[in-house]
């Protein structure tokens, strides 16, 4: 008899480990090919009309089983898709499962839905009852619908109204001329595959297809331009193209759509040192993310620098996203490096964002420009090239109190600003809020008045990005608030 023993291991070699692809899975989601296919459908209610549509939907033939239909199934059964249905005016037996390829029931009791389950099992059918989990051996998810291109949503039955929340979430990032785009690239699919290698090639295509689909309309002129450079990126001449996008104030739930798509299909990320981790989380696994923040009081990249690098990421073909902090247009530099890209042939455009002194005024619960009190708004930026106080300002229309000033990056100038508008006779009364860090968690918030401004931007400081208010509209900034922020208030009620 032969005798069998164990390998040992070598003990100074350590065993190969392999890691796991993926966690587990409650449910295995596929996507299944119905055109042409019998699919059996029992009841006639509204909940399986909604079913029927969507089966025809997908091309089935579905042979419904019932002796009264619900109004909106009868519609649906004359609608655009009649052709798809197969009206059988009696109820299911064991014979319907014949040739089916899946099988649903709306049943009116367990015991229905047990015996319509147990019919099928024993047919070899996959079956489905309606909103009856246990007698289910597959279930429909929420759908995002941008047909070719479909996400669906499970959470295998557990909680479907979180399906639908996610489903609703998910359309949002979803342009509904996604679909056109998706059609483009099954169209061009063959082409692509014969005329571009393997790789670096295709993926360059498929990426330029990928970017326009989340930036912009689909056209034809679009798409013409796009089959036009194939053979340019299989020369290796492409060129990329530069956003620059805006991030907001903070809270990565105040980023837009159209940003969002943007880090989604970027190659290649420049992010200001204000730009909060909540918002590089939403961006592409994949994009490579190099900090170039300019903070005062701190080393920081060069601006020449920076240019350079747009320069140079953008003609190696890459999707350079350039995200600054609130709008690139505010106070970002933007100018400077739009006239770089644009003198160098670099295609360049701008995604605006939330500007912090919007997200201020929404923080504190205030109109900046309150019809009794603020006829306007202005933005000052709070330090020049050379880190003092700017001398090209209006200072005498920036002391109108009618007017809600805003001061960006002002903490260092405060006292200055301070006394500059006392000077230019400005009340001491004046409504001032000082806030730090706005959307984030760690923001704070002093209210005072012009008198007391000097204690405010000491109490808040100066480590963190500050914004100064001031105007009468600040008088109606609540004193108290029920928000989990550090706030601090010497503001007392009708100041004005």
Same mark, same amino acid.
């Given at each position: 008899?032969?005798?069998?023993?164990?390998?040992?291991?070598l003990?100074?070699?350590?065993?190969?480990?392999?890691?796991?692809?993926?966690?587990?899975?409650?449910?295995?989601?596929?996507?299944?090919?119905?055109?042409?296919?019998?699919?059996?459908?029992?009841?006639?209610?509204?909940?399986?009309?909604?079913?029927?549509?969507?089966?025809?939907?997908?091309?089935?033939?579905?042979?419904?089983?019932?002796?009264?239909?619900?109004?909106?199934?009868?519609?649906?059964?004359?609608?655009?898709?009649a052709?798809?249905?197969?009206?059988?005016?009696?109820?299911?037996?064991?014979?319907?499962?014949?040739?089916?390829?899946i $099988?649903?029931?709306?049943?009116?009791?367990?015991?229905?839905?047990q015996?319509?389950y *147990?019919?099928?099992?024993?047919?070899?059918?996959?079956?489905?009852?309606?909103?009856?989990?246990?007698f *289910?051996?597959?279930?429909?998810?929420?759908?995002?619908?941008?047909?070719?291109?479909?996400?669906?949503?499970?959470?295998?039955?557990?909680?479907p109204?979180?399906?639908?929340?996610?489903?609703?979430?998910?359309?949002?990032?979803l342009?509904?001329?996604?679909?056109?785009?998706?059609?483009?690239?099954?169209?061009?699919?063959?082409?692509?595959?014969?005329r &571009?290698?393997?790789?670096?090639?295709?993926?360059?295509?498929?990426? +330029?297809?990928? =970017?326009?689909?989340?930036?912009?309309?689909?056209?034809?002129?679009?798409?013409? $331009?796009?089959i036009?450079?194939?053979?340019?990126?299989?020369?290796?001449?492409?060129?990329?193209?530069?956003?620059?996008?805006?991030?907001?104030?903070?809270?990565?739930?105040?980023?837009?759509?159209?940003?969002?798509?943007?880090? /989604?299909?970027?190659?290649?990320?420049?992010?200001?040192?204000?730009?909060?981790?909540?918002?590089?989380?939403?961006?592409?696994?994949?994009?490579?993310?190099? &900090?170039?923040?300019?903070?005062?009081?701190r080393?920081?990249?060069?601006?020449?620098?920076?240019?350079?690098m747009?320069?140079?990421? $953008?003609?190696?073909?890459?999707?350079?996203?350039? &995200?600054?902090?609130?709008?690139?247009?505010?106070?970002?530099?933007?100018?400077?490096?739009?006239?770089?890209?644009?003198?160098?042939?670099?295609?360049?455009? @701008?995604?605006?964002?939330?500007?912090s002194?919007?997200?201020?005024?929404?923080?504190l619960?205030? =109109?900046?420009?309150?019809?009794?009190?603020?006829? =306007?708004?202005?933005?000052?930026?709070?330090? =020049?090239? /050379?880190?003092?106080?700017p001398?090209?300002?209006?200072?005498?229309?920036?002391?109108?109190?009618?007017?809600?000033? @805003?001061?960006?990056?002002?903490?260092?100038?405060?006292?200055?600003? +301070?006394?500059?508008?006392?000077?230019?006779?400005?009340?001491?009364?004046?409504?001032?809020?000082? *806030?730090?860090?706005?959307?984030?968690?760690?923001?704070? +918030?002093?209210?005072?008045?012009? /008198?007391?401004?000097?204690?405010?931007?000491?109490?808040?400081?100066?480590?963190?990005?500050?914004l100064?208010?001031?105007?009468?509209?600040?008088?109606?900034?609540p004193?108290?608030?029920?928000?989990?922020?550090?706030?601090?208030?010497t503001?007392?009620?009708?100041a004005?």
């Open positions: 008899m032969a005798s069998f023993m164990k390998p040992k291991l003990p100074n070699k350590p065993r190969k480990r392999t890691p796991k692809a993926i966690d587990d899975l409650a449910v295995l989601p596929v996507f299944y090919k119905l055109e042409g296919r019998k699919v059996v459908l029992a009841g006639g209610s509204d909940a399986a009309a909604w079913k029927g549509d969507l089966l025809a939907a997908s091309g089935a033939k579905v042979h419904v089983y019932a002796e009264e239909l619900d109004p909106e199934f009868i519609d649906v059964m004359a609608g655009p898709r052709a798809n249905f197969i009206f059988h005016k009696r109820p299911w037996a064991n014979d319907v499962f014949e040739n089916a390829t $099988a649903i029931a709306d049943a009116e009791s367990d015991g229905e839905a015996s319509f *147990c019919s099928s099992k024993a047919a070899g059918v996959p079956v489905n009852v309606i909103d009856n989990p246990k *289910c051996e597959f279930q429909f998810g929420s759908i995002v619908n941008r047909s070719p291109a479909i996400v669906s949503i499970s959470t295998t039955g557990a909680a109204i979180l399906g639908q929340a996610i489903r609703e979430k998910v359309e949002t990032l342009p509904n001329s996604l679909k056109d785009w998706a059609q483009f690239a099954q169209d061009v699919r063959t082409e692509v595959t014969e &571009l290698k393997p790789g670096k090639e295709r993926r360059s295509f498929w990426e +330029r297809v990928s =970017s326009a689909a989340f930036t912009r309309p689909f056209n034809m002129q679009e798409s013409e $331009a796009l036009s450079q194939i053979d340019p990126i299989a020369n290796g001449s492409s060129t990329g193209k530069v956003t620059l996008v805006g991030a907001g104030p903070g809270d990565a739930e105040l980023l837009t759509l159209k940003a969002m798509r943007a880090l /989604q299909a970027a190659d290649v990320i420049l992010f200001d040192d204000l730009v909060s981790d909540e918002v590089l989380e939403l961006a592409r696994r994949e994009a490579k993310k190099m &900090l170039v923040g300019k903070r005062g009081g080393t920081s990249c060069k601006q020449e620098d920076i240019n350079d747009m320069h140079k990421f $953008a003609s190696a073909g890459k999707n350079v996203v350039r &995200l600054k902090s609130g709008d690139p247009v505010i106070f970002g530099r933007a100018g400077e490096e739009l006239e770089a890209l644009r003198s160098k042939g670099i295609p360049v455009s @701008i995604i605006p964002g939330i500007t002194a919007s997200a201020m005024a929404a923080q619960g205030i =109109s900046l420009t309150h019809r009794d009190h603020a006829q =306007s708004v202005r933005f000052v930026t709070g330090h =020049s090239k /050379q880190g003092k106080l001398i090209h300002i209006d200072w005498k229309a920036v002391a109108d109190e009618t007017t809600t000033t @805003i001061f960006y990056m002002g903490g260092r100038t405060a006292p200055e600003i +301070r006394e500059t508008l006392l000077e230019q006779g400005m009340s001491a009364a004046t409504p001032v809020s000082i *806030c730090a860090s706005i959307t984030r968690e760690n923001e704070t +918030r002093w209210h005072g008045s012009l /008198q007391t401004m000097n204690e405010g931007i000491e109490t808040i400081g100066y480590e963190n990005p500050v100064i208010g001031i105007g009468k509209a600040l008088a109606y900034a004193v108290k608030q029920d928000y989990d922020r550090n706030e601090i208030s503001l007392q009620s009708n004005v």
